[in-house]
């Protein structure tokens, strides 16, 4: 019974002692993989209307417009993380451009979506080339 209580209380500082360490190691909120994580869901979700050839007409003009409203907030999550204030706009800037270029899609025609939405995966490969080496 006592060795049930020492395992117990073991495994109970052990899990104790590991979270406090990853949240030690992981430095406060992840809000830089938040919004990548959710940039990547707009883009998947944005393919999974373009790819099938836009069934219906249905457009993904909502993902794009999302992406936009969440690449106004790059530079502030990233900067104070220590990434150069000046490349780093200059790509972050660059991803803007790109999607206020494809915002300006025909959002009526699938082709044009196609293309709009390669050019803003550049942009994502553009600013991870240039980051992730
Ligand atoms: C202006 C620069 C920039 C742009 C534009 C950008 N990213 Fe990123 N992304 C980064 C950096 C820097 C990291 C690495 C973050 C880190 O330190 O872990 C990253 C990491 C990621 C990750 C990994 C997140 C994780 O869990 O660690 C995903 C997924 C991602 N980006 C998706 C995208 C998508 C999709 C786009 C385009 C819509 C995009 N990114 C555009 C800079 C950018």
Redesign the pocket.
Known sequence: MRALAFLVVGLMLGALISVTALNVLNRGPQT??AV??M??Y??DTARSVIDPGCPNGASAQRQFAT?RAL?DD?DAI?VP?G?DKEL?GK??QQ?RDRLDKALQTDWSGCPQQVEALNL??Q??KS??DE??G
Do not use: T
């Open positions: 830089h993989k990548m994580l940039m990547k707009q883009v992406l690449s790059l990233f993380r990434f780093f790509q972050s991803m803003v995966r942009g994502c600013c991870h980051f992730e």
